[in-house]
């Protein structure tokens, strides 16, 4: 994105004219509306994730031998 012997300034307006052709492909009305819309499915995109993670930690869970876990907790030093 940057080449060399850019300045700041050229930086920033390169970027923003990026983000005004995503704004204006997208039909958001604003680069603060894409901006949100863009950080909203990022959010998003990461709790399902998160979600999944939970699913799978709850099935071990519940693929948890009750007998044999009682059965060991039976053998610990100190009353249970």
Excluded at 40 to 68: C, Q, S, Y
Aim: zero cysteines; glycine letters at 4%.
């Amino acid at each position: 994105m940057t080449g060399e012997g850019m300045t700041s300034v050229s930086v920033s307006y390169e970027v923003r004219r990026q983000l005004n052709t995503m704004r204006t492909m997208s039909g958001h009305k604003s680069v603060n509306e894409l901006l949100t819309d863009l950080v909203r499915a990022h959010k998003l995109k990461t709790m399902n994730g998160d979600i999944e993670t939970l699913r799978e930690r709850m099935k071990a869970i519940a693929d948890v031998d009750i007998e044999h876990l009682v059965d060991r907790l039976n053998l610990a030093p100190f009353k249970v």
